[in-house]
Structure formats: structure tokens, C-alpha cells
């Protein structure tokens, strides 16, 4: 079970960078398919189903998919105000497009790829390579994350990526208990 500790983490990391990146790539999206309205200079408003109050759209930061967590970041985090968190989430979506990030994404798949058919001795041996990876991915997400805002400081980031990594662990154990229920 702790060899797939690792590979289970670079996967959620790896889920999380593309949940990310389609989040952000949604709204742009969205304002791009609404017609306008006859003769109106601007986007006419999309109106709100009648009938059924289930299918109304959903409120602005309200959770995604019905459920009581939203992403991989919750509304609050202790220690970090609503402002700093809402400069980390901006951050943490320009981090796709950082260099560093992208390489240190690569070498986890890579990682990844040469466990995926590895004997256990070989997937003991692998592990200290995938938790300097992961080490690597968080450095350089850091790295990013103050890089792309100033007013960012050293404290909040780490808070901020320790609540991800977290929401991560939890997610996996997650899905780890509902294969064991599947089989």
C-alpha cells in the first residue's frame, strides 16, 4: 500500500492540474457562445429554466458537481484571507503555463509510466525518485505562484498548497475505498 502512495499522488496532482486548466478555460468559453440580443450592444443574459429548480444554473462559487466541496480549494482557509486566496487561485491556474512546473509535471509522468509496469521490488525502489518529484512539482508550483503576484508571500502559498495536497490525499483515500467496494 505505501508504494502507491506516490504514484497515487502524481496521479491527483496530475487530475488537479486539469481540472484547473479546463476551470479556467470555461468561463472564457461560456462568454463566447452567448448571442447577443436583437440589436443590443451587449450579451443578452442566459434566462433561468422554468419549471424544474434543479436544473437552474448553478450560483457564482457554488460546488460544480451537486456535491459539498467544490475544487481543490475550499471557500476559506485559516490564516489566509478571502483576497490572498483569491490571488492563489489566480496564481495557481498561470502555474500551468510556468516551465518549471511543466517539466517537473513530466518527470512524475515519466515516473508514472516506468511504474506502471514495475515489479513491487522495482516500485519499492521508485518510490524515494516519486517523492522527490512530488518535492520538485511543489517547489515549483511555489515558485510560480509568487512569481506570478508580488503581493503573494512565502506563508500563504505554503498554506494554500498544503490545503491542496490535503483535499488531494483525501480524495484518493476516497477513491481507493470505492475500487475496494467495486471488487
Do not use: H, W
Request: proline letters at 6%; a neutral charge; hydrophobic letters at 40%.
Amino acid at each position: 500500500m505505501k508504494q502507491l502512495f506516490p504514484l497515487l499522488l502524481a496521479a491527483a496532482v496530475g487530475s488537479a492540474s486539469t481540472y484547473f486548466v479546463m476551470e479556467a478555460r470555461q468561463p472564457a468559453q461560456a462568454k463566447a457562445e452567448q448571442p447577443n440580443a436583437e440589436g443590443a450592444p451587449f450579451a443578452a443574459r442566459p434566462k433561468a429554466p422554468e419549471g424544474d429548480p434543479s436544473e437552474a444554473p448553478r450560483k457564482q462559487g457554488a460546488p460544480k458537481f451537486g456535491g459539498k466541496t467544490g475544487g481543490f480549494l475550499p471557500e476559506e482557509i485559516e490564516g489566509v484571507t478571502a483576497e490572498q486566496l483569491n490571488k492563489c487561485k489566480a496564481a495557481l491556474f498561470k502555474t500551468f503555463q510556468d516551465d518549471g512546473v511543466k517539466a517537473a509535471r513530466a518527470k512524475q509522468a515519466e515516473l508514472r509510466k516506468e511504474a506502471e509496469y514495475a515489479s513491487d521490488d522495482e516500485k519499492k525502489n521508485l518510490r524515494p525518485q516519486f517523492e522527490e518529484a512530488a518535492l520538485d512539482l511543489r517547489k515549483a508550483t511555489k515558485e510560480a505562484m509568487l512569481a506570478a503576484d508580488d503581493e503573494l508571500t512565502a506563508d500563504v502559498v505554503d498554506k494554500v498548497l498544503d490545503v491542496v495536497e490535503e483535499r488531494m490525499k483525501q480524495r484518493m483515500q476516497q477513491g481507493a475505498q470505492q475500487n475496494g467496494k467495486k471488487k
